[in-house]
């Protein structure tokens, strides 16, 4: 393929790098490879997207990356995630609560709490923040997720959609929280965020992320379904198939048909974005 | 926030009612306002009787269910929690089966009393306790704990069932009467024994409200949020089993506090555990010393087992709660 990949160089003598990255992954689970030789980085203030078709690896890349997944010894040995330039199984779990946010895909939450006490959970991995601090970054995780208007409803009587711009809100404190105290190399990791909200909010939960990336100086990584929608607010895309990386670039270079075809076993047409420039825009036929 | 100290507040006063009823009434009743008197031991007037009666037995006994019945209603609270189920109780993982089978074994094989079942019954909840973790270690997550925990129980029973088979006559009482539990071993040797150990444990499951609610959430959260789950979910299972196992030990089998408690606590203020494990643990007090008042007033001069008044009263409570209140709250 001549195209230009932009991923990580995978010599394993190169000295570690800053940004949370992985060299060479391979998870296998049961009989079947979920990973094969997956190198990519996230670098601070960026914003990449994952895409690929149903059962391509992408939660199982995120999971590896936000290091709640346990490592094969028999196939790496050595550790092959890195944060800021540390093995991640050297980090201890609290540790790493403080420098990045995962927001998984379903949340599993039954019991009855209130919207504020949910958001607020994304400050206990920082004890040390003083009230007032906490109240401020609430507030700006609230307002950069719209849910001032759900703040006094309990979480159980949400819609879906609202239930998910909750949670996502409680990411976004923890993260916003853990750029206060350590303002270098911070990840958001973000596994469907979008996947039951309406287009209005889907554009605004990017934004937010966006802003995370751009303001704040977060690495965020996403995993996305909509291609318009990632090509629309992320600085890469990498394409996931199989379980390999086919494709790691900018939009304009990554999403191509013949790409797209291998990804999703779908024809598809890439055009120039009606509004945006230099933006490509996506029909799957 | 404010409605939660509202009704900490409430069940508190209604704590404090709820012990000057149970130390003053019973099969020798005691006078109201006699008792200033007695407890201050200037009591010319006040037969010695009453005041034996009130310091040896009813004193200790009613501190003894409240401290029972925290401990109960907190230990609910915090496995539901980790077992993210609103119906787990410590007898999952089989806290309450072990220690049955240490206590009928007890009975059945040796001369029995009150220590050598006592003893017998805690070495067998802890055993049970230790082997459930053991074995459910080998899966992932809590399922592993709670099919081994279901194991337990089972073998427990079955081998409870052997037991019951062998045993004589005299046996069979004494084995129908510890399962139905019985709060009359609160004698002041093992409230102060028991009454200082279990509080410093509430105290420390009260503490970890934050790690409670982050479990809620899910597991993977919880470990995002910084919370490591196998240390965590060993240290909760070994306080549990360390709280639990000696007061079933002393009472025998008391059921549905752990239930009952804790789901009227979150309907009222919701899983929020800063305030649902301090109101569980004064709700739960409350509820056991209230049942124990029942127990020892209804068929004056003898006295009901309180397992059978906790799930007499219970059970249909409970039920009518489900029935009533069809909220979309856990």
Same mark, same amino acid.
């Given at each position: 393929m001549s195209l230009d990949r932009r991923m990580s160089s995978p010599s394993a003598s190169a000295a570690p790098s800053a940004g949370l990255c992985c060299r060479q992954l391979s998870v296998v689970r049961g009989r079947k490879?979920?990973?094969?030789d997956v190198s990519i980085e996230l670098n601070p203030g960026e914003m990449l997207g994952i895409l690929g078709a149903n059962g391509a690896g992408k939660s199982t890349l995120l999971s590896t990356l936000a290091g709640e997944l346990d490592i094969d010894p028999m196939l790496h040995?050595?550790?092959p995630v890195s944060v800021n330039g540390q093995d991640?199984?050297?980090?201890s779990v609290a540790q790493l609560a403080r420098v990045r946010a995962v927001l998984p895909q379903k949340p599993e939450l039954v019991f009855d709490l209130a919207v504020e006490e949910v958001v607020s959970m994304?400050?206990?991995?920082?004890?040390?923040?003083?009230r007032n601090t906490c109240d401020d970054l609430l507030d700006a995780a609230v307002s950069q997720a719209d849910i001032h208007h759900l703040?006094?409803?309990?979480?159980?009587?949400?819609?879906g959609g609202e239930q998910q711009r909750v949670q996502f809100a409680r990411t976004l404190a923890q993260l916003l929280a853990a750029t206060r105290v350590s303002p270098q190399g911070c990840y958001l990791l973000l596994d469907?965020?979008?996947?039951?909200?309406d287009p209005a909010h889907q554009h605004s939960l990017l934004r937010a992320a966006r802003q995370a990336a751009s303001e704040a100086g977060a690495g965020v990584l996403l995993v996305l379904h909509d291609v318009n929608l990632a090509a629309l607010y992320c600085d890469r895309l990498a394409l996931l198939a199989q379980g390999s990386i086919l494709a790691c670039g900018s939009p304009s270079t990554v999403l191509q048909p013949v790409l797209l075809r291998e990804v999703y076993g779908t024809d598809a047409h890439v055009q120039a974005h009606p509004v945006h420039a230099g933006v490509p825009l996506v029909v799957f036929l | 926030m404010r409605r939660s100290v509202l009704v900490l507040a409430g069940l508190g006063v209604a704590l404090l009612i709820a012990l000057l009823l149970a130390v003053t009434s019973g099969a020798v009743e005691i006078p109201w306002r006699m008792l200033p008197a007695i407890v201050s031991g200037r009591?010319?007037?006040?037969a010695p009787l009453l005041r034996q009666v009130f310091l040896e037995i009813r004193l200790p006994r009613v501190l003894f269910s409240a401290v029972v019945g925290a401990a109960l209603a907190v230990t609910g609270v915090a496995m539901q929690a980790l077992f993210r189920?609103?119906?787990?109780?410590?007898?999952?993982?089989?806290i309450s089966s072990g220690g049955a089978l240490g206590a009928v074994s007890a009975i059945v094989l040796t001369a029995g009393g009150f220590f050598v079942i006592a003893t017998a019954a805690f070495a067998g909840s802890l055993l049970a306790t230790f082997l459930a973790y053991l074995l459910g270690?080998?899966?992932?997550?809590?399922a592993g704990l709670l099919l081994a925990g279901i194991a337990v129980n089972a073998i427990a029973g079955s081998a409870i069932g052997l037991f019951t088979y062998a045993a004589d006559d005299r046996q069979l009482r004494d084995l129908t009467f510890w399962s139905m =539990?019985?709060?009359? =071993?609160?004698?002041w040797e093992i409230v102060g024994w028991l009454g200082p150990w279990t509080l410093l444990w509430v105290t420390w499951l009260c503490r970890q409200w934050k790690a409670l609610n982050a479990l809620l959430l899910g597991e993977r959260e919880a470990a995002h949020l910084g919370y490591a789950l196998k240390p965590l979910r060993r240290r909760l299972m070994v306080v549990i089993a360390l709280v639990v196992g000696p007061l079933v030990a002393v009472t025998g089998g008391i059921g549905f506090v752990g239930l009952v408690v804790p789901h009227l606590v979150r309907m009222a203020l919701?899983?929020?555990?800063r305030y649902c494990l301090l109101a569980s643990a004064v709700g739960g007090a409350l509820l056991l010393v209230l049942a124990d008042f029942l127990a020892r007033v209804v068929v004056i001069p003898a006295e009901l087992p309180i397992g059978l008044v906790t799930s007499l009263v219970g059970g249909p409570f409970f039920l009518w709660l489900l029935l009533t209140a069809r909220g979309t709250r856990v």
């Open positions: 490879q979920v990973l094969n040995p050595r550790c991640i199984t050297q980090v994304g400050l206990y991995p920082f004890p040390d923040l003083s703040w006094e409803r309990r979480y159980l009587e949400l819609s469907e965020p979008s996947s039951s909200l | 009591s010319e007037d006040a189920n609103p119906l787990a109780e410590p007898g999952l993982v089989g270690r080998r899966y992932p997550g809590v =539990g019985s709060l009359a =071993g609160g004698t919701g899983a929020h555990h």
